[in-house]
């Protein structure tokens, strides 16, 4: 099963970059700035959306990566970005309108997520791609470049349970030598 997910997850991961790129490029085509190409950052924002607006974003993003304890502050973040760029607040405003997540019975699963008919749209499905990059790689776009919200939390480490972070410690001395379970 294990095998199973981390394929799944590398599957969804190679999916999601030309999808974001493709969400990006028809996000510009309706007016919004162009994408940054340079740089690399790491910022540790705390400045919080608006807590409606954040708890949609959130109970969106955990439908969307199966992950239930998602950072709130790390969510703020990708939910700052989305919002500074028009096209994409718009096209998140009509994903969570579409979604039923804001009603008094929003969708808990992918399967009725989909039954909602959101990834119909394409510009839904480029934006749930966007959601899934940012979750997954722990990154995000703005003007100045690329910023790296997280490293060790990224989701993909998470994902990929054989694996952990460059230069995280695994253990004591010698951990590696057993067999993964």
């Known amino acids: 099963m294990i095998r199973r997910r981390f394929l799944s997850v590398v599957a ?6 030309p999808l974001a790129t493709s969400a ?52 703020g973040a990708y939910l700052r970005s989305i919002r500074a760029d028009a096209a994409q607040s718009s096209a998140l405003d009509d994903l969570i309108a579409r979604s039923g997540i804001a009603s008094s019975d929003p969708p808990k699963t992918l399967a009725q997520l989909s039954a909602k008919g959101v990834f119909a749209a394409p510009e839904s499905l480029a ?15 703005q003007d100045r470049g690329v910023v790296t919200q997280t490293w060790d939390t990224a989701l993909a480490w998470r994902a990929c349970t054989f694996t952990k972070p460059p230069a995280t410690c695994g253990g004591q001395i010698g951990y590696w030598a057993k067999a993964p379970a």
Do not use: K, M
């Open 12 to 17: 969804l991961l190679a999916a999601a970059e």
């Open 127 to 141: 934006l749930t791609s966007l959601i899934l990059a940012h979750w997954f790689s722990g990154t995000y776009s």
């Open 24 to 75: 990006r490029q028809n996000l510009l085509s309706a007016g919004s700035p162009s994408p940054p190409t340079a740089g690399h950052e790491f910022v540790a924002d705390t400045s919080l959306p608006s807590s409606p607006d954040l708890s949609n974003f959130v109970a969106l993003s955990t439908i969307l990566t199966g992950f239930t304890d998602l950072e709130r502050d790390v969510a």
